[in-house]
């Protein structure tokens, strides 16, 4: 079993930024993928980035590519999340994920544990 917690959100302008980082506990040994979602109000839960166990890959959707960066510390079963030049349209609640095995990273679907989320709002 495994417990994940989000912190690190908070109310910014555009252009500003922020570092996610997700906490994880238990029976971390069997979480060898980790990924980033978001859901904004009436929109279905999306993906934004994920990690592999080793950090050495790392996967981004098209709408945070370039401004976003995901990193982990398995020593601190931590992993993060860089945003950079948040938008508007960044503004959503931020979900961190995890399971043994994925096949399909971006789909919320191949994930069994997640984290209560952390709200992050972007004004304009």
């Known amino acids: 079993q495994v417990q994940l917690v989000e912190s690190g959100g908070g109310l910014v302008q555009a252009g500003d930024s922020l570092r996610l980082s997700c906490a994880a506990s238990g029976r971390t040994l069997s979480t060898y993928a980790k990924g980033w979602f978001r859901q904004a109000p009436g929109k279905e839960r999306e993906f934004v980035a994920a990690?592999?166990?080793?950090?050495?890959?790392?996967y981004y959707s098209d709408s945070v590519k370039g401004r976003f960066t995901i990193s982990r510390d398995n020593a601190k079963n931590t992993m993060y999340l860089r945003m950079n030049g948040l938008r508007p349209e960044d503004t959503a609640v931020y979900y961190c994920?995890?399971?043994?095995?994925?096949?399909?990273?971006?789909?919320?679907?191949?994930?069994?544990?997640w984290g209560q989320g952390t709200q992050v709002t972007v004004s304009s």
């Open positions: 994920a995890a399971d043994g095995a994925v096949q399909s990273i971006s789909v919320p679907d191949q994930y069994k544990y």
């Open positions: 990690i592999s166990w080793s950090g050495v890959n790392a």
